[in-house]
Nanobody, 112 residues
């Protein structure tokens, strides 16, 4: 059974930075595809970054150049560094693994 736990959210001023971590427990052996999504009330989940098995990451246009994903295979975690945050980045952020099979509980990010 795989569990994903996000941490690091919170509140920040416009233009500020935050980092989110997502750590996996359970089945952690092997290579995995990770991704980050976010959701605001009343809207569907928006894909932000997909970190594929080969290590490459693709970003949505809305965060490209501002958000950076990195991974630590030894620690079974991924990290999302978010810079130059905007009010429209306010959302609940989720990490997911193995092509959206496993999801974290979500963590709030608020930019004002």
């Amino acid at each position: 059974h795989v569990q994903l736990v996000e941490s690091g959210g919170g509140s920040v001023r416009t233009g500020g930075s935050l980092g989110l971590s997502c750590t996996a427990s359970g089945s952690t052996a092997g290579r995995h595809c990770w991704a980050w999504f976010r959701q605001v009330p009343g809207k569907g989940r928006e894909g932000l970054a997909v970190n594929d098995i080969d290590g490459t990451t693709r970003y949505s246009d809305s965060v490209k150049g501002r958000f950076t994903n990195s991974r630590d295979n030894a620690k079974n975690m991924v990290y999302l560094q978010m810079n130059n945050l905007k009010p429209e980045d306010t959302a609940v952020y989720y990490c997911t693994r193995d092509r959206w099979t496993y999801w974290g509980q979500g963590i709030q990010v608020t930019v004002s």
